[in-house]
């Protein structure tokens, strides 16, 4: 039975956009999708109804996690045995990989996301042992880059069920439009130009050095960040900042960017700015793209192959405030033409590799092979 449906059991963050997309799609292909989520956590409103919710106890709950690791399994056991799925998928390697592993379900998937692999599990030797263990008794791992692919197999995933799928980004909704003159308006961005800067507030990111590249350029432009989910130490580092550096009038927080609204936000955006420090393939970055808009982006590998070949310019060195400010300022002195010729580019290299359907059906596809060959790993 190729085209029956699946039952699908989950382990992510709930309340992120990416987790909901990939999960709520599967929901849509009219598979059965659980989501296991640690007990106690908020779930913010908005999660697709179809997405059943499951408590478990996580493993750091206890102030000693081999205790903790005993009774997650339990929790974990038990939640698995009443759903039956057929595979579950670990959304980010640490934390949510480690209790795919502890929980002792065969088969399970790993997707890395980025920092995950590239920072989080190389930081103790414990997260190398755990990342090693997880990637290699995983029946699938995917990345969204070569480079982070590479790196995974280094920290032990097998070469034969390593996969590239993108998150991906829906080009019919994220693609070029009218100015959004109600949104400019209702955000008194009306007759500015606006560099958007998508991410959350966090050192990650590099907010503070988006500040300080922003400061230097032309009084007519409005730096745009959300708070959302920001980490208020660091946001208050990022708020004083803007205030020593005498832009306040001309940087934007708001509480947080709706998704409904994000293609018209990128619409609005003259210029859309992501320069982590670490990451693999931002979907926002890719959402820009799609939308048209000119972009400036860290040089990081997983990004540089994205970007290297059709626009080496928008790409700046981690951390470089001067070169920042540079590759934005060129981007803003665009002519119409040239703007134009430049969204068209970047549009069809995200609706080429990165479009959402495309690549989530590949997935499903994937999802059938582990099932249908039983790729059951110890």
Avoid: C
Wanted: aromatic residues 6%.
């Amino acid at each position: 039975m190729p085209d029956r449906p699946l039952t699908l059991a989950y382990l992510g963050d709930p309340n992120s956009i990416h987790t909901r997309r990939w999960v709520g799609f599967f929901a849509d292909r009219g598979h059965s999708t659980h989501l296991l989520v640690p007990s106690l956590d908020d779930v913010e409103p908005g999660l697709d109804p179809r997405i059943e919710l499951h408590p478990f106890i996580p493993y750091y709950r206890r102030r000693w996690h081999l205790l903790g690791a005993v009774q997650a399994r339990r929790s974990l056991k038990r939640i698995l045995a009443m759903i039956g799925p057929d595979l579950l998928h670990a959304h980010y390697l640490t934390v949510h990989g480690w209790h795919a592993r502890l929980s002792g379900f065969r088969p399970y998937l790993v997707t890395v996301w980025g920092s995950d692999v590239y920072v989080t599990a190389r930081a103790t030797l414990r997260g190398r042992l755990w990342a090693r263990l997880t990637l290699r008794s995983a029946a699938l791992v995917t990345a969204d880059s070569r480079h982070l692919a590479s790196t995974t197999l280094k920290a032990g995933a097998r070469g034969d069920r390593m996969h590239l799928v993108q998150f991906g980004v829906d080009s019919s909704r994220f693609a070029p439009g009218p100015y959004p003159e109600e949104l400019a308006h209702e955000l008194g961005l009306s007759d500015r130009r606006v560099i958007l800067v998508p991410r959350i507030i966090a050192p990650v990111y590099r907010t503070i050095t988006a500040v300080e590249a922003f400061a230097p350029l032309a009084h007519d432009t409005t730096l745009v960040l959300s708070s959302m989910a920001a980490r208020p130490d660091y946001l208050r580092q990022v708020q004083q900042r803007v205030a020593n550096l005498g832009v306040g009038d001309r940087t934007l927080i708001v509480p947080r960017f709706e998704h409904a609204r994000m293609p018209d936000l990128y619409r609005l955006a003259d210029v859309v700015l992501s320069i982590p420090q670490s990451d693999g393939t931002p979907v926002s970055l890719l959402e820009a793209m799609a939308t048209g808009r000119p972009v400036v982006a860290s040089d990081l590998p997983s990004v540089r192959e994205w970007l290297a070949d059709i626009a080496p310019a928008s790409l700046v060195a981690v951390g470089d405030a001067a070169a920042t400010s540079a590759a934005l300022a060129a981007a803003l002195a665009l002519a119409p033409a040239d703007r134009e010729r430049v969204g068209r580019v970047l549009r069809s290299r995200a609706v080429e590799r990165a479009d959402q359907a495309t690549n989530l059906l590949r997935m499903e596809r994937l999802y059938r092979a582990v099932v249908d060959t039983n790729l059951r790993w110890k």
